[in-house]
């Protein structure tokens, strides 16, 4: 079984910076694109950031510049550098993986998220 789990979300005044991680353990065999995602109270989850197994990335324009994403392959793991947080960027956090594991099944999994919360 592979699962996913994100760390390191918590309570951050505006300005500041937070560093999330998320690590897929189990029986994985490789990992293609790894994303992040959030969604707000009463809004839709939405794509913040996304890298594939080559590296290349991409981000919302609301992040750009200020949200890094990267990974250590192995490690299997995905990070997501956020400076220059605001109020708006509060939201749960959630982890994306498209997965191949030891039993060459391709899984899409979602991570529980960790929360992130930016005061004004």
């Known amino acids: 079984q592979v699962q996913l789990a994100e760390s390191g979300g918590g309570l951050v005044q505006a300005g500041g910076s937070l560093r999330l991680s998320c690590v897929a353990s189990?029986?994985?065999?490789?990992?293609?694109?790894m994303s992040w995602y959030r969604q707000a109270p009463g809004k839709q989850r939405e794509l913040v950031a996304h890298i594939t197994s080559g590296g290349s990335t991409n981000y919302a324009d609301s992040v750009k510049g200020r949200f890094t994403i990267s990974r250590d392959s192995a490690k299997n793991t995905v990070y997501l550098q956020m400076n220059s947080l605001k109020p708006e960027d509060t939201a749960r956090y959630y982890c994306?993986?498209?997965?191949?594991?030891?039993?060459?099944?391709?899984?899409?999994?979602w991570g529980q998220g960790t929360l992130v919360t930016v005061s004004s």
């Open positions: 189990g029986s994985v065999f490789s990992i293609n694109v």
């Open positions: 994306n993986a498209f997965i191949l594991d030891l039993q060459s099944r391709n899984l899409g999994l």
